[in-house]
């Protein structure tokens, strides 16, 4: 076996691990994105509302 070879396979190798690693990251990615889009947020801060009281004197 010489050093060409030992590259080659090597190389073969990080190109398998690879090409196994981006359908995973896309997945999980894809899977964390959308929690995180869903995921209840806490209540932000409200207008209230208040309506007139009558002043009108009887």
């Not at 869903?38 to 209540?43: D, G, M, N």
Request: overall charge positive; charged content about 15%; cysteine-free.
């Amino acid at each position: 076996m010489t050093i060409n070879d030992v590259s080659l396979i090597g190389k073969k190798v990080l190109v398998g691990v690879i090409v196994t690693l981006i359908p995973f990251v896309i997945i999980f990615g894809g899977l964390w994105l959308g929690r995180k889009l869903l995921e209840k947020k806490p209540a932000t801060k409200t207008a209230q509302i208040v309506q007139p009281q009558n002043t009108i004197p009887s």
